[in-house]
């Protein structure tokens, strides 16, 4: 299994970007699907996850403003990030759960100026 994460930069607060993970593997549409983000000095922390009967989950920091979506056809999860604040900022890391195996992906760097 692989992932690659793409569609990071740097964007002015208050701005969008919409992040893509585009995951090798087959049967991706059992995978739990997620993306965490890990700020400079912090923890890796929980941003969004979409299960395999497309029940979603957000991190009280992000609901209303981030939407996690995915496209099985194309094996890719999105992270559709709107009204981004400079505490936005950090590397994003796409995760895939399968069965009792995790897989990361090499992380997009977001960068949001005030």
């Known amino acids: 299994v692989q992932l690659q994460a793409s569609g990071g930069g740097l964007v002015q607060a208050g701005g969008s970007l919409k992040l893509s993970c585009a995951a090798s593997?087959?049967?991706?549409?059992?995978?739990?699907m997620g993306w965490y983000r890990q700020a400079p000095g912090k923890e890796r922390e929980l941003v969004a996850i979409?299960?395999?009967?497309?029940?979603?989950e957000y991190s009280d920091s992000v609901k209303g403003r981030f939407t996690i979506s995915r496209d099985n056809a194309k094996n890719t999860v999105y992270l559709q990030m709107n009204s981004l604040k400079p505490e936005d900022t950090a590397v994003y890391y796409c995760?895939?759960?399968?069965?009792?195996?995790?897989?990361w992906g090499q992380g997009t760097q977001v960068t949001v100026s005030s």
């Open positions: 593997g087959s049967d991706f549409s059992s995978w739990i």
């Open positions: 995760h895939a759960r399968i069965s009792i195996l995790a897989y």
């Open positions: 979409k299960n395999n009967e497309g029940n979603t």
